[in-house]
């Protein structure tokens, strides 16, 4: 059965300042998404969240890219919007950067990750949501999943995963894609999607079957507005089991926690700590960045889920050592590392402190 799997999310309103979202919210997204299951236009859904974005997990026939599906995601967007503005919520209606519908909402500001597939006889699907970080940030744990055999053993030793896999990397500033076959090209992969604020994995095929292992939202923000409206805090849609790395190899990646942009004003380094849905509040420093998991089994579309899969205490190191290496990044204070590069800061006063001080420039 062809299965369409889609996860469409925004930043609408956040409860509070910038840290969590509003029960209402998601109440009300709960209810035009069961309308919308009633009249058959789903097949199911889940709502759910992560810090401050409201995050839309549908599956259904329609296929990617599907004008009624989007427009369902909008129209629920813009119910919310309106609860958040009656509650005065912080950045109530954000991630809305046009006023009308246009068909598709790529472009128009909420994050998009959706794939067709064939659903198998068993379809373990695991959805990464992310808050206060960048799309590139699935980069380094996507390498991990299908490249690397210290992550991933199936890649040594099953036959059906011998052959690799095909990654699709976006130049989010230029608006262009390459395949890289992979294990072959790593070496000139890594050039372009280790530098994750650039170049960004959009999906994953396997080389077995030519199917698709893995689809990423990989919107920027702040190129679409054209100035700072938060960060993109991606999702990601990672199949599971068989011809794909097994459910924990899919995991492994965020055992061991990385360092992406985001953080305070998405002008921050900072780790990417796996947690549970609950605990995923960023408050501190306004985070650190954080990333949950929901692991779904599909029959016949259905969700059969989801289970809260950082919950296990088996993250209990990860996440210490992202609070340690998050301290030890806040001791930089505005200092790079732990501030962002001058051309990848979101926020920044230095075009009006230059303009200022531009007559006491001297030449040396
Ligand atoms: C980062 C984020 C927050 C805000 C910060 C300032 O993605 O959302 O760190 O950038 O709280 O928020 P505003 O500009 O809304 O006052
Ligand atoms: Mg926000
Ligand atoms: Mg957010």
Redesign the pocket.
Known sequence: MKITFSVIKADIGGWV??SSMHPDLMAEGDRCLAKAKKSGLLIDYHVTKCGDDLQFIMTHVHGTDDKKVHKLAWDAFINCTAIAKKLKL??AGQDLLTTAFSGNVKGQGPGVAEMVINEREAEPIIVFMAD?TASGAWNLPLYHMFCDPFNTIGLVISSNMHSGFKYEVHDVKESKKIVFNCPEEIYDMLVFIGAPSRYSVKAVYSRETGEIAASSSTQKLSMLAGRYV??DDPVCIVRAQGIFPAVGEVLEPFARPHIVE?W???SHHGPLMPVSVSDAVPTRF?GPPRVIAAGFQLANGKLVGPVDMFADLAFNNARQQALDMADMLRRHGPFEPHRLPLEEMEYTTMPQVMKKLSGRFKKI
Do not use: F
Request: hydrophobic share 10%; charged share 35%; aromatic share 0%.
């Open positions: 300042g910038h912080h950045g206060k938060g960060k985001g305070m004003r998405g306004d």
